[in-house]
């Protein structure tokens, strides 16, 4: 939903590097396939982690034609169940993300916002179709949180369990109540540390334009006094997450899902409270896929 989870890739062997962006691409064909070309534009790497969950077998990999490189044949994993609940999940929150900030956002972003999501409301309905009770749980919670956020709730728990029992939906029930319990908290913890890096990364844009965010709410003016306390609790939900990964067997993708939740996080952490996110994830966006 944001972009934020990803993997350290100084520290992917080689194999797992080519098959990380194998599945990325083929996230992306799932995601034309299953719900529209538009959908393939709202692709991120949060739900490439989600896929990974989802399908832990070694994936199937063929050569196919790049649709943002016409010229170009990439290996793209071959569509699994896991790697389409991902997509339609992804599509799913991708819209009521858009929709929250037509809501709530500036005069701008909220114009920008309203376009966005009128053409991806099609996509939009494909996937809630394909999976109706996660498309009621991301509603309701956003409902939820918009709720909290027009009060000006200055509770960080309160704002972030909100969007974090949103994310725990986000992988379907399996049958094994165990392995679904776990999944559930590791996404649960994913998502709290999603919500509270974001809030941080937004802070100072959100306090130019008036618009609410958790920590101004609780800190108000000494947000930087927070900083250390903000960051335990961070580090406090990664543990969480990784202890639940424990917990499950990840199959083919576990020391990927290992260097995303040990490395990789950490990493993207580091750089936005460092204020250095922006500038390196729009150098990525141009080498990476």
Known sequence: ????????????????????????????HALGR?????????????????????DGQAPEVERRRCPARLWCRKRSCVCSAGVDAAADAGTILSYWKL????????VWARSAAKLLS????????????????????V???????QALEREGCPSLDRTADTFARLLAAAAPPSGDSARDRALGQLLYHVGRWIYLTDAWDDLE??????????????FGGEAEAG????????RHSLNLARSAAALLELGYWTETVENIL?????????????GRWRAVNHRNRRQNP
């Open 1 to 28: 939903m944001f972009g934020y989870v990803r993997p350290n890739r100084d520290e992917l062997r080689v194999r797992q590097s080519r098959d990380y962006e194998a599945l990325y691409c083929g996230l992306c």
């Open 34 to 54: 299953r719900n529209g070309l538009i959908a393939r534009f709202f692709l991120n790497y949060d739900f490439a982690f989600l896929a990974m969950l989802l």
């Open 99 to 106: 929709r929250d900030t037509v809501a709530d956002g500036g």
């Open 118 to 137: 009128a053409l991806l409301r099609p996509a939009y309905r494909r996937a809630a179709a394909h999976r109706p009770e996660f498309d009621g749980t």
């Open 139 to 145: 509603r309701g919670c956003l409902e939820e949180l």
């Open 205 to 218: 844009e959100d306090r130019r334009t008036g618009s609410y965010n958790p920590i101004a709410a609780r």
């Open 227 to 234: 900083r250390d306390d903000l960051r335990v609790t961070l």
């Open 262 to 274: 040990f490395l990789g996080l950490p990493m993207v952490e580091e750089l936005v409270f460092t």
